[in-house]
């Protein structure tokens, strides 16, 4: 026996000896396809060959819903988007996802999420006050505030801005205000007529008017005047009052809500 396996091996030697060349290619062959076999031995393990999960819909739930709910299904997860505000979508919601829902994909690929922001982006109001309306109007959507209105009331000069009000308050220029605020622009009409003596007669026809004519006329005019400062005051007298009401009421509304938390709280 041993002396069989000794001729076996010496033709093998001597086979080697005679064609290394070939010999060595074949063993080269049989170590490739070893090692390919190996490599897909481990292909197949590291991108789950064959193995497939159907995405689950997250869309329109909270942020932290979602992820319980991918990690549960053993998907791996992305924010790919969190710095847009999307009035139709509640803060921190799921907008968008990508692959998309009910599609197969394997468990190693990324599910990309899009959030919608916390809060609306907050941007400094600029001076408006004496532009011309629609320039104003311009200027603010450019900035991207998404609720402005035009607004006009009967002035002196017209087109142009007399007043701007946030969610019906006044607001000073520079102030932070949310890109989903109402905003009104208030615009004069150039319906008031600024009369004065010498607008009220024509000079030309001055000479032909006696004196107690024109005094009914100056004292009419005066009149007028003194009566369109007191409309005003009160106006502003009322938007006052209206503002001050309107604060308290807020307030008094928070103060409920604090008490009915704190009372769920308590519970």
Not at 2 to 27: C, T, W, Y
Not at 72 to 90: C, M, P
Request: net charge negative; hydrophobic share 35%.
């Amino acid at each position: 026996m041993s002396n069989k396996n000794d001729k076996n091996s010496g033709g093998f030697e001597s086979f080697r000896d005679r064609h290394p060349i070939l010999v060595n290619s074949a063993l080269m062959a049989l170590a490739l396809v070893a090692l390919g076999y190996i490599a897909l031995l481990f292909i197949d393990v590291f991108t789950s060959h064959g193995q497939q999960v159907q995405v689950p819909d997250v869309r329109n739930m909270p942020l932290e819903k979602a992820i319980e709910i991918l990690d549960d299904a053993g998907l791996r997860w992305e924010i790919s988007d969190s710095t847009t505000f999307y009035e139709n979508y509640k803060p921190g919601a799921v907008i968008d996802q990508d692959p998309k829902a009910k599609s197969y994909i394997k468990k190693i690929r990324i599910i990309y999420l899009s959030v919608n922001a916390m809060h609306a982006p907050i941007i400094p109001l600029p001076k408006l006050v004496d532009l011309p309306g629609r320039q104003g109007v311009a200027m603010l959507k450019a900035m991207g505030f998404k609720h402005v209105d035009l607004d006009s009331v009967p002035s002196e000069m017209g087109g142009l801005i007399l007043q701007v009000t946030v969610d019906g308050h006044n607001v000073a220029p520079n102030t932070g205000v949310s890109v989903n605020s109402q905003i009104k622009i208030i615009v004069g009409d150039g319906s008031i007529v600024d009369l004065n003596p010498e607008q009220l007669i024509d000079p030309e026809l001055m000479d032909s008017i006696d004196e107690a004519n024109y005094k009914d006329a100056q004292e009419t005019y005066e009149q007028e005047m003194k009566e369109a400062r007191a409309r005003a005051e009160q106006e502003r007298k009322n938007q006052s009052t209206q503002d001050n009401q309107d604060n308290k009421k807020k307030e008094q509304d928070k103060k409920s809500d604090n008490k009915d938390k704190d009372k769920k709280k308590n519970n």
